[in-house]
């Protein structure tokens, strides 16, 4: 896979660099801002972008709207985001429109080779990321009566792994049950979600976005593996 990588960080954007190459994807361009990175994606047109969401010149969502940009003008390259923070508003933000080809991941993952690349391959691939920190912030977080209050503890284990893009097999394994007791919770799953029955809208993804969307977004501050703290 081709990508495009955007860290305003010299050294961090050197080193994910260096990842992603002995990885085995081509990192064909890097850039330091917004506006750099989507001249190079409008260049090149990788197969993934990978952005940090907080970039100059004020280092709040430049990256994010840049993302939101490419996925607008470019829908057929995938989109993998950086935070070093848990934002939930950001994840919902970025998957608005869908979340087909979209990962949000926190930095502290970068470290985990193997997970960076598995989740740039899902992405680059058409899957949806969201990072375990995120899910886990989702799930606590107070909304109103909806079909998630209708889930057991299983279920909403199983949907927190979908989440986090596993597939049945993965989840099975993470659970410790078998796979045809996986698809037994994803089949409640959607029915206490109400999705219908689809081939194009991938119903495992509106799951997932039912925890994004579902009640307004709550004020958050700029927390670390999911403990807010006081702006």
Known sequence: MRLVLAEDSVLLREGLSRLLEEAGFDVVAVAGDADGTLQLVDKHRPDVAVLDI??????????LRAACDIRLRYPEVGILVLSQYVETSYAARLMAEG??????????????????????????SGGCVVDPQV??????????????????????????????????????????????????????IFTK????????????????LEYLRAGPQEPEGDGRHGQPTSR
């Open 54 to 63: 907080r970039m100059p010149p004020t280092h709040t969502d430049e990256g």
């Open 99 to 124: 979340a087909e080809g979209v990962g949000y991941l926190l930095k502290d993952r970068v470290s985990d080779v193997a997970e960076l690349a598995d989740a740039v391959r899902r992405v680059g």
């Open 135 to 188: 899910v886990s912030r989702l799930l606590g977080r107070k909304r109103p009566a909806s079909g998630l209050d209708q889930m057991s503890e299983r279920e909403r284990a199983v949907l927190a792994l979908m989440a986090e893009g596993r597939s049945n097999h993965a989840v099975a394994e993470r659970l410790f049950m078998s796979e045809k007791t996986v698809e037994s919770h994803v089949r409640t």
């Open 193 to 208: 979600l109400d999705l219908a029955l689809s081939g194009a809208d991938h119903r495992r993804v509106l799951a997932v």
